[in-house]
């Protein structure tokens, strides 16, 4: 098993610019999550989704959103990029009350 | 609203010594409680869990917390560290059961030095 894969590991993004970060899982887990990590902040819920078809907010959803088309894709969309949305990103998913995250996504928007 | 709050952004401490990690949280209903680490350019790892019974978790490379209910606390603890303790660990938590809103500490810097 891959477990929680995530792509790209690095991007620049102008202001305005979109894109969108990929997550992949091959557990076959239900819960999956969209953290952002900034230093001294600790992780941040962007998104999460309890299956396919069912996605909710987080804490910091502003700027973001999710689909859940399938069980093993999660995917995170930057519509308009800005300098506030510089960070790493970390896409998870749960089984058994443990997360398991993917390696990170390091965002930065200039 | 459930939080969680660790007040030690960063923690030094020579190899072998003792080392603790506090974390507080507050919530209103049942909570699990986990503590997770990240070594540097990696995902976060689950270190431990309280999810009920003994209060007392640990780990498989000698952490151990504590669930403190009327302290409302889970402060990890290890007799004596290691260079490779060397992390950032999280404390985190989630109401009722529900992993789905799991929220976590601001990360405390556990730096073993020789």
């Known amino acids: 098993n891959a477990g929680v894969t995530q792509t790209p590991k690095f991007r620049i993004l102008k202001i305005g610019q979109s894109m969108t970060l990929q997550c992949t899982q091959d557990?076959?887990?239900?819960?999956m999550y969209w953290y952002r990590q900034d230093p001294g902040m600790g992780l941040k819920l962007i998104y999460y989704s309890v299956g396919a078809g069912i996605t909710d907010k987080g804490e910091v959803p502003n700027g973001y959103n999710v689909s859940r088309s399938t069980t093993e894709d999660f995917p995170l969309r930057l519509e308009l990029a800005a300098p506030s949305q510089t960070s790493v990103y970390f896409c998870a998913s749960t089984k058994n009350e443990k997360l398991f995250f993917g390696s990170g996504t390091q965002l930065s928007v200039l | 609203a459930q939080s969680v709050t660790q007040l030690d952004s960063q923690v030094p401490v020579f190899e072998e010594a003792p080392v603790e990690l506090r974390c507080n949280y507050s919530?209103?209903?049942?909570?699990?409680l986990f503590w997770y680490v990240q070594y540097p350019n990696q995902g976060l790892q689950l270190l431990l869990k309280y999810l009920s019974g003994s209060t007392l978790v640990e780990s498989i490379n000698g952490f151990e917390a504590e669930f403190n209910k009327s302290q409302t606390s889970f402060h990890l603890r290890k007799p004596s560290v290691h260079i490779s303790d060397t992390a950032e660990y999280f404390c985190?938590?989630?109401?009722?059961?529900?992993?789905?809103?799991?929220?976590f500490g601001t990360g405390t810097l556990l730096a073993v030095q020789p």
């Open positions: 985190a938590v989630s109401e009722g059961g529900a992993t789905n809103k799991l929220i």
């Open positions: 557990m076959n887990h239900n819960y």
């Open positions: 919530s209103s209903v049942s909570v699990y």
